[in-house]
Nanobody, 127 residues
Framework: QVQLVESGGGLVQAGGSLRLSCAASGRTFSSYTMGWFRQAPGKEREFVAAAISWNNGNTDYANSVKGRFTISRDNAKNTVYLQMNSLKPEDTAVYYC???????????????????WGQGTQVTVYS
């Protein structure tokens, strides 16, 4: 049983920054593979970023956010973050964190690869 609680969403002007947080329950968070997805109105949920459990530098990003967003994790706090810089109106979406409990050699970039999901947090970027 894993519960994910997201926070940090809000309204921000284009070019600004937000940091999303996802706090996870569970006894073995350090072994979780974590990811971020987003879903804009009328669109499919899409991959944003992911990180494996054991190497904070082993990450993957959607091309649309590469160079602007950074996923990181603090295993001591059972928390994964998504730092979003240089935000654009097209980044407006509900952002979801996700967890997969198995050890992985590579980040998981598909929805089907995750076992648990947070409730989502709204990010709105205006120009």
């Amino acid at each position: 049983q894993v519960q994910l609680v997201e926070s940090g969403g809000g309204l921000v002007q284009a070019g600004g920054s937000l940091r999303l947080s996802c706090a996870a329950s569970g006894r073995t968070f350090s072994s979780y593979t974590m990811g971020w997805f987003r879903q804009a109105p009328g669109k499919e949920r899409e991959f944003v970023a992911a990180a494996i459990s054991w190497n904070n530098g082993n990450t993957d990003y959607a091309n649309s956010v590469k160079g602007r967003f950074t996923i990181s994790r603090d295993n001591a706090k059972n928390t994964v973050y998504l730092q979003m810089n240089s935000l654009k109106p097209e980044d407006t979406a509900v952002y979801y964190c996700a967890a997969e409990l198995g050890l992985r050699a590579r980040p998981i970039t598909t929805m089907e690869g995750y076992d648990y999901w947070g409730q989502g947090t709204q990010v709105t970027v205006y120009s």
